[in-house]
């Protein structure tokens, strides 16, 4: 039911991608995102926050220094550079082997983020923003999650028709830089750009779009970010920190229809969620307790 797909990494072992679902931590350390701002902003509570996830079974802990939400101030690179890598460096401190993600979209902070123990770009303009983003990537050899989020969409075509033309100039770029398809992992884009309805619909429809948006048509990597967003807080009209139920809705959908790594801040509960969904589809472990 899920594709295979390994994931090469620098200086690390492969993340393997498939039947098991990896759960990837999300630490925000800015003052203003749109669920968690200003909780994890200082290095000892990020630091801290990160054991937690990783004490509940985080497989990736996914670091970002601008929030995406609404209405928020752009960040300078210096700035985003001054929270995300004095947290980076912690972490690394720490002997944190756990691969780190950088959650940005500014070639530099990628650059800076790698050297300092990152392994994976997480792009939320899809390698289509800053041109150099791409190079950055296959100079070091790290993957990347390239997410869906065209502002200019026109409405006159159908979404995971236009979701298809973005990924295949996300991968036709990556291909130009050197980077093999099976280094990228895309991501839909819940909750950018689309409507209530049309988060619902690429929810609905995620298997059809991972074989279609992929490389040549084939399958691709998936990644599910739903945790907290407004998709479920206006469907049952609740803040952010009471989205816990409807994200692990979700959570198990998304697993459902194809997903590899799901994006959370709840990552007990996801994990939780995600174990039982796994044992569903293909049957519980063979060492489980009966």
Request: with cysteine.
């Amino acid at each position: 039911m899920h594709t295979p797909h390994t994931v090469r990494l620098p200086n690390r072992p492969p993340l393997h991608l498939g039947q098991t679902p990896l759960v990837m931590g999300i630490l925000n350390v800015t003052p203003d995102s749109f669920s968690d701002g200003g909780r994890h902003n200082l290095v000892e509570h990020a630091l801290a926050h990160a054991r937690q996830m990783l004490a509940e079974g985080a497989d990736i802990i996914d670091i970002g220094g601008e929030s995406t939400r609404p209405g928020a101030e752009l960040v300078h690179v210096q700035e985003e550079l001054d929270r995300v890598l004095p947290v980076i460096d912690a972490l690394i401190a720490e002997g944190i082997t756990t691969p780190i993600s950088i959650d940005t979209y500014k070639p530099l902070v990628a650059d800076q983020a790698i050297q300092a123990g990152a392994c994976i770009i997480n792009d939320v303009q899809g390698l289509q923003g800053a041109p150099e983003m791409a190079d950055v990537a296959a100079l070091y050899g790290v993957p990347v999650i390239a997410m869906h989020w065209d502002k200019a969409r026109s409405d006159s075509i159908p979404l995971l028709d236009a979701m298809q033309q973005y990924f295949a100039a996300t991968l036709e770029r990556a291909r130009q830089a050197g980077i093999a398809d099976s280094q990228i992992i895309l991501d839909p884009g819940f909750g950018f750009g689309k409507s209530l309805a049309e988060n619902y619909a690429m929810l609905r429809d995620l298997r059809r779009f991972c074989s279609s948006a992929g490389p040549s048509g084939g399958d691709c990597a998936i990644l599910v970010g739903t945790s907290r967003k407004s998709m479920i807080g206006k469907l049952l009209d609740v803040p952010a920190d009471q989205r816990l139920a409807g994200t692990i809705a979700t959570t198990v959908l998304a697993y459902a229809n194809g997903g590899h790594i799901f994006r959370v801040h709840d990552v007990k509960a996801n994990r939780d969620a995600l174990r039982v969904a796994e044992a569903t589809l293909y049957g519980p472990p063979k060492d489980a307790r009966f």
